[in-house]
C-alpha cells in the first residue's frame, strides 16, 4: 500500500492546454511556460480522428521571455509525426523535458507547445504538465482553465 504523503495535484500541475476541437489546417501553441517553476515538463498530444490525408506535428519550442522573445525549437523535442495513412487516429504521443534541456546560455527560461495540422481538418489536443515543482505545491501553478482539484484523502 502506498502512503499518502504528497497528494498529485501537489506534484504536478497542468501548466499548458490546447483545447480537444476539430481544428483546421494550421499551427497551435499553448501559452509560455516558466522553466523556473518546474524541473520538467510533458506534453501529451492526443489525435483524435485524423482528416483525409492528414498529419500531426508537435514539438516544444523555447523563448527568452514570457512573450516568446528569440523564440526557436528545443533540440530533439519533435514528436515522430502521427498521419491518417499510418492509422494514427485515437493515438497518443509524449514529450519530456528538464529545464536544464533548454539553451541556459543564451538565457531561455520559457517553454510552449506547438502542434502543426496540415492538409485537413483534424481532432486533436494537447496538455502540457510542470513536474517537481521548485517552489511549494504544483497546483499553485495550474492554468486558468483548471476549474477544480478534487484530493480523495
Not at 501559452?31 to 480522428?49: E, H, P
Not at 525549437?73 to 514528436?79: C, E, N
Not at 502543426?116 to 504538465?129: E, H
Request: a negative charge; charged letters at 15%; proline letters at 3%.
Amino acid at each position: 500500500m502506498v502512503q499518502k504523503t504528497v497528494p498529485a495535484p501537489h506534484r504536478a500541475a497542468v501548466v499548458g492546454v490546447i483545447d480537444p476541437a476539430a481544428k483546421a489546417a494550421a499551427t497551435y501553441t499553448s501559452g509560455w511556460i516558466a522553466m523556473a517553476n518546474f524541473q520538467q515538463v510533458m506534453a501529451i498530444i492526443m489525435a483524435g480522428t485524423l482528416g483525409a490525408s492528414a498529419t500531426l506535428d508537435a514539438k516544444f519550442e523555447q523563448a527568452t521571455d514570457a512573450a516568446g522573445a528569440g523564440a526557436k525549437d528545443v533540440v530533439g523535442s519533435a514528436i515522430t509525426q502521427l498521419t491518417k495513412a499510418g492509422s494514427d487516429d485515437s493515438k497518443q504521443a509524449l514529450v519530456s523535458l528538464y529545464a536544464e534541456d533548454l539553451d541556459a546560455n543564451n538565457n531561455f527560461t520559457h517553454v510552449r507547445l506547438s502542434m502543426t495540422i496540415a492538409t485537413a481538418t483534424s481532432g486533436a489536443s494537447a496538455l502540457v504538465l510542470g513536474f517537481d515543482c521548485r517552489y511549494g505545491p504544483a497546483s499553485a501553478y495550474d492554468a486558468a482553465s483548471v476549474d477544480e482539484i478534487v484530493i480523495v484523502a
